[in-house]
């Protein structure tokens, strides 16, 4: 971000750490300029003027002004939106929450994201507090969607390398994670079936308004997800870490199987 001047910010606040004596430095991602860097001063003394205004996931708007020396924004102001109080205090979400931030701020780093794509991060927020049992699919489709959006792999309708149209048989590059056609594979790739592809495609073209309430639980219509998608799909968030990003994700060690540990 090249603004240095006092600026409003609205976004969820990410993971934060501790910085000099009392103060913290927590990743924000905001909807204007993606992920930056706030100090909190004092933050991590008792009745600091913060409160628990800073806590994981909190929707925040923010009036900070920048360091030029340091890409650190101080905060002048805080505004709280939206609560998350009541939705961390389950281990569960908790988890989910850590290793959504930490993948969040690898991911998104300096990129803005969309409108459409924070307000589905804050509906999905709020849903997998709510039901535990459909936190995967959620987490996964908002992954997958940042894929796509950030543009670390390409369509699933055209060949990354030959740009022929892609038609069932489909293959996934070990190195970056891209969709390939059956001419272009090498014997490294990965053939993707047909159900993990029309699944992939289900939950890239998931919106908000296919989870459907009804009064006593949730259900989702139209889409399903295999033991064998979510596989495939973590090797694709892996690829992208690995070797497009070189990051490992310390949450990673949270999970098992594909599904996170309780
Ligand atoms: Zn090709």
């Known amino acids: 971000m090249s603004a240095y001047g006092k600026i409003k910010v609205r976004g969820f606040v990410l993971t934060g750490f501790p910085f000099g004596e009392s103060h913290k430095i927590y990743n924000f991602l905001s909807i204007e300029h993606g992920i930056i860097k706030i100090v909190a001063h004092g933050a991590r003394k008792v009745g600091g003027k913060f409160g628990s205004s800073l806590e994981l996931f909190n929707e925040l708007e923010l009036v900070i002004t920048g360091n030029k020396s340091t890409d650190l924004y101080n905060i002048s102001e805080v505004t709280l939106i939206l609560s998350s109080h009541n939705i961390r205090q389950k281990l569960y979400t908790l988890n989910w929450f850590y290793y959504l931030s930490e993948f969040v701020s690898s991911w998104v780093s300096t990129h803005s994201i969309s409108a459409n794509l924070y307000n589905y991060l804050r509906n999905i927020i709020f849903l997998i507090g709510e039901h535990s049992d459909i936190a995967l699919i959620c987490i996964r489709s908002f992954q997958l969607k940042l894929l796509f959006e950030l543009g670390f792999t390409t369509d699933i309708k055209h060949c990354a390398l030959c740009t022929s149209e892609l038609s069932n048989d489909i293959y996934l590059t070990k190195r970056h994670g891209l969709f390939i056609c059956n001419k272009c594979k090498s ?20 919106s908000f308004d296919d989870f459907i309430l009804d009064t006593n639980d949730i259900n989702i219509y139209n889409v399903s997800i295999s033991n064998e998608t979510i596989l495939i799909l973590s090797n694709i968030f892996s690829i992208i870490n690995y070797t497009v990003l070189d990051k490992k994700l310390k949450t990673d060690s949270l999970f098992y199987g594909g599904d996170i540990k309780i």
């Open 187 to 206: 014997h490294n790739d990965i053939s993707l079936s047909n159900s993990t592809l029309s699944e992939i495609r289900s939950l890239l073209n998931l």
